[in-house]
C-alpha cells in the first residue's frame, strides 16, 4: 500500500521504533523471570516511579476545543488542570521528578511532547484533553481515558467507535511545518496511517491499562460525573512515548453541564485532585506497594481455573482481558462465559472458549466477538500466546 511505501522511505526509523519496544518486551521479561524489579512486587529490590511527565494538549497557535461562545480555549483549561496535578505530585512526592510539556501558553508538537518524555526516561506520561462535538450542542458528555490501542478498517477500535476524536488530536500535526516529511508520511486522516500502528505491541500496553483503571474509578462521581469509559485507541502521542502512558479527554467543552465544571477552579481542581489519587495508588503499586485483600482476592481463594505457566498443551481461544486481578468466575465481566485464566508476570490473561481444536475457538471467537468488541483469537503454545485475529 502507498502509506508501506511512505514508511519505507524512512525504513531506519521504523525499525529503531520496532527495536525500542522489542528491548522494552524483552526487559520486562527478563526482570518478571528473574524477579529483580516486577512492577507491583516487593520481594526484592524495585523499580521506583521517579519521573512522570504531564502533557497539556494544544497550546500557542493550537487552542483545541472551543467553547459556543468562543471565550473558554481547551488550552487554557488543560494547562490549569496540569499544573494542578503537577503541583500536588511534587507537595506530595519530592522525590519525583515531575515535568510538564508546556508550562505556558505555547505550540509543542506532537512528536515533540513524546521526546520530552523519551529524553527524560519518565516512568509514567499522562496528556490531559478535552473533548467536544461540532455541531452538536449540549449532546454527548462525561470523561473517558485513552491507552494505545489497535484500529481496524471500520473505523472502530478494541473498545468503542473513537476514530473521530482520534483525528481530531492527531491533527495538531497539520499545524506543524514540512509535517509529511516529518511523520514519515503519517496522516491522520488516512485510514491506511492507522494500519501501521496495528503493527506495533506496546510494551507497556498492562501498565498502562492499570494505571487507566485507576483514573476511571477516581473520577466516577466527580466534577464530571459520568465516566465514558477506557479505549485503546491509536492516539500519535501514545504510540511514540517509550513507557506507560494514558491520554485523559476531561470532559466535553461542547456540552453545558461538562463545559460549566471545567470553567469553574473548584471543578478544574477536583479533576485534578482524582488525577493525583490515581496516580498515588498507581505508583503505590508500581513501587511495590500491595493492594488490600479488597482490592485483589487471594489466587488461593480461586484457583481452579488457572492455567500454570508450564502447561504445554496447544490451544486456541478468544482472550478478552488482561488484569492483574484475580477475577472470579460469577464477575458480570464475563457474562455467564467460563474462562482459563494464564498468569502473565504480575498480570492475569483471560480466554473464553479454549479449545484444542482451531476451528471450534474461530466459531466461538466470532460469537464471542459481539459481547466482547476488544477480544482477539490467540493461539497458546508452552505458556507463549500468539494473536491469530
Known amino acids: 500500500m502507498q502509506f508501506f511505501s511512505k514508511f519505507a522511505s524512512s525504513k531506519y526509523t521504523t525499525i529503531l521504533v520496532i527495536l525500542r519496544n522489542f528491548l522494552a518486551v524483552l526487559l520486562l521479561s527478563v526482570l518478571s523471570a528473574t524477579g529483580i524489579a516486577c512492577f507491583g512486587q516487593n520481594s526484592s529490590p524495585a523499580l521506583k516511579l521517579s519521573t512522570v511527565v504531564i502533557d497539556p494538549g494544544h497550546g500557542g497557535k493550537d487552542a483545541g476545543c472551543i467553547s459556543p461562545s468562543g471565550k473558554t480555549m481547551e488550552k487554557t483549561i488543560v494547562l490549569d488542570i496540569s499544573k494542578r496535578l ?16 508546556r508550562s505556558t501558553d505555547k505550540f509543542v508538537e506532537l512528536q515533540g511532547r513524546a521526546d520530552i518524555a523519551n529524553r527524560n526516561k ?3 506520561f499522562i496528556s490531559i484533553h478535552i473533548n467536544s462535538v461540532d455541531g452538536k450542542r449540549n449532546g454527548p458528555n462525561g470523561y473517558s481515558v485513552h491507552i494505545l490501542g489497535q484500529y481496524t478498517s471500520k473505523n472502530r477500535d478494541l473498545y468503542a467507535g473513537n476514530m473521530d476524536v482520534v483525528r481530531r488530536e492527531n491533527s495538531v500535526i497539520k499545524l506543524e511545518d514540512n509535517y509529511t516529511a516529518k511523520y514519515e508520511g503519517f496522516d491522520p486522516n488516512d485510514p491506511e496511517s492507522y494500519i501501521f500502528m496495528n503493527l506495533m505491541q506496546n510494551a507497556h500496553l498492562e501498565q498502562s491499562f492499570k494505571f487507566a483503571q485507576y483514573i476511571d474509578q477516581e473520577m466516577k462521581g466527580g466534577a464530571i460525573r459520568r465516566s465514558r469509559g477506557i479505549s485503546q485507541d491509536p492516539f500519535y502521542v501514545l504510540w511514540r512515548t517509550a513507557m506507560p502512558a494514558v491520554l485523559v479527554e476531561c470532559g466535553f467543552m461542547s456540552n453545558d453541564g461538562d463545559r460549566e465544571s471545567l470553567i469553574t477552579e473548584q471543578g478544574r481542581d477536583k479533576i485534578a485532585s482524582d488525577l493525583y489519587a490515581a496516580f498515588r495508588k498507581y505508583k503505590k503499586e508500581y513501587d511495590g506497594g500491595t493492594q488490600t485483600a479488597s482490592e485483589t482476592p487471594s489466587v488461593q481463594t480461586d484457583v481452579e481455573n488457572t492455567v500454570q505457566e508450564a502447561d504445554s498443551t496447544l490451544a486456541y481461544g478468544t482472550q478478552v482481558l488482561v488484569t492483574s486481578k484475580v477475577m472470579s468466575a460469577s464477575d458480570p465481566f464475563f457474562k455467564g462465559n467460563s474462562f482459563k485464566r494464564y498468569p502473565a508476570g504480575k498480570y492475569f490473561k483471560y480466554v473464553i472458549g479454549v479449545s484444542d481444536n482451531l476451528a471450534d475457538a474461530d466459531a466461538s471467537f466470532t460469537k464471542l466477538k459481539k459481547d466482547f468488541p476488544d477480544s482477539f483469537l490467540v493461539k497458546i503454545e508452552k505458556g507463549e500466546f500468539s494473536r491469530i485475529k
Open 86 to 101: 503537577a503541583e500536588k505530585i511534587r507537595s506530595g512526592y519530592p522525590d519525583v521528578k515531575v515535568i510538564m510539556t
Open 122 to 124: 519518565a516512568n509514567l
